[in-house]
């Protein structure tokens, strides 16, 4: 090797054992080395993976990339990579109402179901409900009547009480058994008919909330037909 080259060689050596070119040498290899971790990172990170946002009850904020423990109780946000918000699990406590709400949505619709099922036209229901309140009624008329039976048997009772006192004689226990119980069958009759004057309103006014039910499921059902065709 010629002397000229032997010097280009040795000024080439001292450039790359220099601190300075030592450090940037290191500095150049160090950036190829993060952006090839960082392309990495990218490509074997899915476009669908999606974080999980959610407040402790100590006001700290995380990001996961998983969702909180299960313990966890109050709402979480899931966030695109992007950061966009996805969706939100509600807290445990927004679930309970939601589940509630939903079972009565269903309770309601199994009870449109049944009521257009059992009442094919308007008059089948007005119809049952006249015969629902003709019942209770005969009921009542009934029990009116025995009433009627009660009360005289007091009467007769009690006059019998009031002839033994006036012809000074003792009182009869018998008598005033009986007086006892006829008052507590008074009572007994009175109270079933207030139950029954009771049911009878509360089935009127339950067939007026089903027929005004019934009439708006029925034009509701008419017009879909009707948009349909």
């Known amino acids: 090797m010629s002397k000229p080259d032997l010097q280009v060689e040795n000024q080439a050596d001292r450039r790359l054992t220099s601190p300075a070119s030592a450090m940037g040498h290191w500095l150049s290899r160090a950036t190829v080395t993060i952006t090839l971790v960082t392309g990495v990172a990218l490509i074997t990170t899915p476009a669908s993976a999606r974080w999980y946002k959610w407040v402790d009850e100590n006001g700290n904020i995380s990001y996961q990339d998983r969702p909180p423990p299960s313990s966890f109780e109050e709402s979480t946000q899931v966030l695109s990579q992007q950061g966009v918000t996805l ?8 679930q309970l109402e939601l589940d509630r709400q939903a079972k009565l949505a269903q309770e309601k619709k199994q009870r449109d ?7 094919p036209n308007e008059s089948d229901l007005i119809s049952t409900r006249d015969a629902r309140v003709v019942h209770i009624d005969g009921a009542i008329a009934r029990m009116y009547d025995q009433m009627v039976i009660l009360n005289t048997r007091l009467i007769s009772i009690e006059d019998r009480i009031q002839e033994r006192v006036d012809r000074k004689l003792d009182p009869s226990d ?3 058994s009986d007086r006892i119980a006829v008052l507590r069958s008074i009572d007994s009759t009175e109270a079933l008919i207030r139950s029954k004057l ?7 006014a339950q067939f007026d909330r089903d027929l005004y039910r019934y009439r708006d499921l029925k034009h509701n059902n008419t017009a879909t037909a009707t948009y349909s065709d």
Do not use: H, M
């Not at 969706?87 to 445990?92: C, N, Q, R, V, Y």
């Not at 009771?198 to 009127?204: A, G, K, M, P, V």
């Open 87 to 94: 969706e939100t699990i509600p807290s445990k406590q927004e």
């Open 113 to 119: 179901q049944a009521l257009l099922k059992a009442f």
């Open 174 to 176: 018998a008598f005033e």
């Open 198 to 204: 009771r049911e009878r309103r509360q089935i009127i």
